[in-house]
């Protein structure tokens, strides 16, 4: 597995770029998904990948029975996934009215800012 | 969309979804679960139930305005923080209050179960208001 | 005062706030209440950093490095102060400027929510939660930024939120890599052990994720381009907090980083000095060929960055001090200037330099309240941008960097030059397209735009006048930056 993961964020991160070199805001959106994908399993392959025991101290023991694996990377996977969550809801939403207002989906044909 | 099957369903699911809710929610501080997986599980009912009938049904069965449940949220979050800054402790400094049920077990409640119950808030508030929002825009 | 205090007030503002849903009154009345709390906390914390050296916080009551540890150096604690001014004059530019459909769907909450990003990204001594409080700011920029769904805010929101979620996926991936490699996120513990990690190549990939992160940011050259198409479509006080705080919190890290965590690195501080130099040139030739008063200032706003970063590359304490100094001061000045955009554009109907003119006649005092931040931004005397700028160029001189020291007092001229045409655009010759229709603005509402304009430009005076003083917080300032052992110490104490 060790070997396999930072394949899979690779090819996550050269998808998710090649979706966003693509003309279409949709693509950009799903671009930007994959990346953020792809920086979670990173975060979850740098702290490394093993088979332990959880961290939990037992009952009437004052330290943790070694080997436990590392909670934290988790927990920070945890946040990541929720704040990614909440800014994609707001990309596609933004997507959605600017597809509304210019009626096309075509990120070339939004000039107006540079005029 | 009007299916009889769906609608039934989602009117008997929606009690035992918020249960659960609630139920993972309240067991979150020493087991899988918490406020945030509660709470996308209770807004994911009101979602079903918006499906079965419509968003304005749906509005209809929360207790408050979504942004009523997200300040409410948002406040019991802050208030369980500052409940350690009263006391002279850092913020987010958990307090306990040991109790017991009236048949003599033991109840723990501290301001880490308040901290969930804001997150809890927060999240059914904004989710719902996402699925609202894209919902009702056709 | 507690270290949470300057994060809580505008968090509790803004939910307040969004009890009062649809009640614009109270929560107009709530938005600049709460900034004034703001600001207040910033004098209490910068007072007590100065009487009493480095605050730390330990959130939850866990100890560091395992919990989260709030810091507030002098640096960090100026950096709160100078918010909360910008917090204030904002909130109350708003009360006028942001229109009734705006203010309804939440304009104040959304507000206060991005100045506790902003403040809890300057306090915060951790590195995941530096990011957490990035996404808290940019999230409610976003917002902040398409509310009203104008055509041109839409496009400008799709391109700024597009590069800020490749900067902030470049941030993540540098946190997870440091914390494969030194298994901490607490900056000073890594600061510790990154200097014992003996894999400078590594450190060298790290220091170049977080540099390129930060950079998108702060738009630095060669990525400051979302900066431009979108800081001018948003009403004036939206573009006004954007373009005087958002970018510094990208400064702030950089230097936090550069500092504190990573030290001195030849590789990096070398390309900062080489890119200062760019983003100088390149944000005052873009500001040149622009012909719209806030699009000339937003590209005044990459030619400053470049100033904030020169300082940093310099890395002596004169340098760093006129670096803090120049934040400060650039924060103050810039917002002023999008403040008065934004009267000049509700009095005329237009930003368009073409379609104004003769200003000066009919608003003399207008005219003078633009004079005194244009003339600070290009570094007159005896206005604050005089001071950071004199001392960059002498800590560049110090150190032997003349080419920059050139680039510096040249684009410095380039700037008056832009000042200057906006000046005679504006307020000195006669509109040479007079087919417009003036809305106009009532004299109250005259009153409560200028009101904070001209409070920072009284603070941009003062700051000049009174340098001394002001430079000894900055010099503070620096002295801690460049011991990074005393920051370290502050939050660990004796253990490693």
């Known amino acids: 597995m060790n070997l396999v993961l930072p394949f899979v964020v690779g090819g996550l991160v050269a998808a998710g770029l090649y979706m966003m070199m693509r003309r279409s805001a949709i693509k950009l959106v799903i671009g930007l998904a994959l990346l953020s994908h792809a920086a979670h399993l990173l975060i979850f392959t740098a702290g490394r990948l093993t088979r332990r025991g959880e961290p939990l101290v037992p009952e009437g023991e004052t330290v943790l029975p070694k080997p436990y694996a590392d909670p934290l990377p988790q927990a920070l996977i945890l946040t990541a996934i929720v704040i990614s969550f909440g800014l994609m809801a707001f990309t596609i939403a933004l997507v959605y009215r600017a597809y509304q207002e210019t009626g096309t989906d075509d990120l070339d044909d939004l000039t107006v800012t540079e005029e | ?138 | 005062m507690p270290l949470i205090v300057p994060v809580l007030v505008p968090f509790v503002t803004a939910a307040v706030s969004l009890l009062a849903w649809r009640r614009a009154p109270v929560q107009r009345l709530l938005g600049a209440i709460g900034a004034a709390g703001l600001l207040t906390s910033g004098i209490v914390l910068l007072v007590q950093v100065r009487t009493q050296g480095i605050q730390t916080s330990q959130i939850g009551g866990w100890p560091a490095p395992y919990g989260i540890t709030f810091v507030a150096d002098h640096f960090s604690a100026l950096m709160v102060l100078v918010t909360g001014v910008i917090g204030l004059s904002v909130a109350v530019y708003s009360l006028v400027e942001i229109d009734g459909p705006r203010q309804s769907f939440g304009y104040f909450p959304l507000l206060h929510i991005m100045l506790t990003g902003v403040t809890g990204a300057f306090l915060t001594g951790d590195m995941f939660n530096l990011y957490v409080w990035f996404e808290v700011m940019l999230i409610s920029s976003f917002v902040l930024l398409a509310l009203g769904s104008e055509r041109p805010q839409l496009e400008g929101a799709l391109k700024y939120v597009t590069l800020n979620l490749v900067s902030s996926f470049l941030f993540l991936t540098a946190v997870g890599i440091l914390y494969g490699e030194v298994g901490t996120l607490n900056m000073a513990h890594a600061a510790r052990r990154i200097r014992a990690l003996g894999n400078p190549d590594l450190v060298a990939i790290l220091a170049m994720l977080f540099f390129i992160s930060f950079g998108i940011k702060a738009a630095v050259f060669p990525l400051f381009f979302w900066l431009p198409a979108s800081y001018h479509t948003p009403p004036a006080a939206v573009s006004a907090v954007f373009a005087g705080l958002l970018t510094k919190v990208g400064v702030y890290a950089l230097i936090r980083t550069f500092t504190l965590v990573f030290g001195q690195l030849e590789l990096v501080h070398t390309l900062v000095l080489i890119l200062a130099g760019f983003t100088m040139v390149t944000g005052v030739l873009g500001a040149i060929a622009q012909d719209e008063f806030r699009r000339i200032l937003s590209f005044h706003i990459i030619s400053q960055i470049g100033y904030m970063i020169l300082g940093l590359g310099l890395y002596t304490p004169l340098a760093l001090a006129g670096s803090v100094f120049y934040i400060v001061h650039h924060i103050v000045v810039k917002t002023n200037l999008f403040l008065i955009g934004g009267i000049v554009r509700g009095l005329e109907g237009s930003e368009r330099l073409e379609r104004l003119g003769g200003l000066y006649n009919r608003k003399p005092w207008l005219a003078l309240l633009f004079a005194i931040p244009a003339l600070s931004l290009a570094g007159l005397p005896p206005l604050s941008g005089f001071v950071a700028k004199l001392a960059l160029v002498r800590a560049g001189l110090e150190v032997g960097e003349y080419a920059l020291v050139g680039v510096a007092l040249g684009v410095s001229l380039l700037t008056l030059y832009s000042m200057a045409k906006i000046w005679n655009a504006v307020f000195w010759e006669a509109p040479s397209d007079t087919s417009k229709a003036a809305p106009g603005l009532g004299g109250g509402a005259q009153a409560v735009l200028a009101g904070p304009a001209a409070m920072l430009a009284l603070l941009t005076v003062c700051m000049g006048l009174l340098a001394g003083p002001a430079f000894l917080a900055a010099e503070a300032a620096a002295a801690e930056l460049l011991d990074p052992e005393r920051y370290i110490y502050a939050v660990l104490g004796d253990a490693s």
Do not use: C
């Not at chain 2, 009007?2 to 087991?31: D, E, K, M």
């Not at chain 2, 899988?32 to 049904?57: C, K, N, R």
């Open chain 2, 1 to 138: 969309m009007s299916s009889l099957i769906l609608r039934t369903a989602a009117r008997h699911l929606l009690p035992l979804l918020v249960l659960y809710s609630v139920f993972l929610l309240v067991q979150g501080h020493n087991h899988p679960g918490g406020g945030f997986i509660g709470g996308l599980i209770a807004a994911a009912a009101i979602g079903l139930y918006a499906l079965a009938y419509d968003v304005a049904e749906a509005r209809r069965i929360l207790p408050a305005a979504p942004h009523y449940l997200i300040a409410a949220g948002l406040l019991a979050a802050a208030g369980s923080g500052v409940w350690g800054l009263m006391r002279g402790k850092p913020f987010l400094e958990s307090g306990w209050l040991q109790t017991q049920w009236p048949a003599g077990v033991p109840l723990e409640l501290g301001t880490p179960l308040l901290f969930d119950a804001g997150v809890y808030l927060v999240v059914i508030g904004v989710a719902v208001t996402i699925l609202f929002t894209l919902a009702e825009e056709d």
